[in-house]
């Protein structure tokens, strides 16, 4: 195939679906492979999603400009194969976890959902463009966890300007308070702070940042 699309005078984007066997994320961009599925396929549940999200790891020094892991499509909205079409059986706060660890993973974001019945919730989710420019970030880095407390993950991404964003998510079932320590985070002990989801900048915080993060949820802030 690479052979093949070498011959075809226009750009092509070359997506590799191997379910991650054979450790494509490895040798993916040495056949010109745009993007390579590293997961088997997703389903609209906690237990698949969080399963395949927090699990791309091992995968993060592969991904760069032109070459990206792909952990399948997104499962928001009226989701399903054929007509048997129904809404995501995510909960609203795993949707946002959903949305925000596919932007911090520079995954492709392809909608899997029926574009006939989006509703306010989920297109708000597909169009915030403070979101979807982390996840277009011309460097390209993949995020990686920094801190794992209990239930709480910090996935941290660094970005083309020099700053960083950082998704705070809660594995748990139940709300929990988290501090994040700057100095934990590998970032200056004075930053300014910026709340992706509600494009509002939160101020200046020195050595730490306090948050409520749902069950499920997730806080995605990013350094100014």
């Not at 995968?59 to 995501?88: Q, R, Y």
């Not at 960083?164 to 809660?170: E, K, L, M, T, V």
């Amino acid at each position: 195939m690479q052979d093949a699309l070498k011959k075809i005078d226009r750009d092509i984007v070359y997506s590799l679906c191997q379910y991650g066997m054979s450790k494509v994320c490895e040798w993916g961009a040495s056949v010109d492979g745009n993007l390579w599925r590293t997961t088997g396929d997703i389903t609209d549940t906690w237990e698949s999603m969080s399963g395949i999200g927090f699990s791309q790891i091992e995968n993060a020094p592969f991904a760069k400009p032109g070459h990206w892991n792909d952990p399948d499509m997104l499962v928001v909205g009226w989701v399903g194969w054929g007509p048997s079409l129904h809404p995501t059986r995510l909960t609203p706060d795993e949707q946002y976890t959903h949305i925000t660890l596919w932007s911090l993973l520079s995954a492709p974001l392809l909608i899997g959902c029926d574009l006939t019945r989006l509703d306010d919730f989920t297109l708000n989710l597909l169009t915030n463009d403070e979101v979807l420019a982390l996840d277009q970030d011309p460097l390209g880095s993949q995020a990686v966890p920094v801190i794992k407390k209990g239930d709480i993950q910090v996935w941290k991404k660094k970005l083309a300007d020099g700053t960083f964003a950082f998704g705070i998510f809660n594995l748990g079932k139940n709300s929990e308070s988290f501090t994040l320590n700057f100095g934990d985070a590998g970032i200056n002990d004075n930053v300014k702070l910026r709340d992706l989801w509600r494009q509002k900048n939160l101020g200046s915080f020195k050595n730490e940042f306090k948050a409520m993060i749902p069950s499920h949820g997730v806080v995605l802030i990013k350094t100014n």
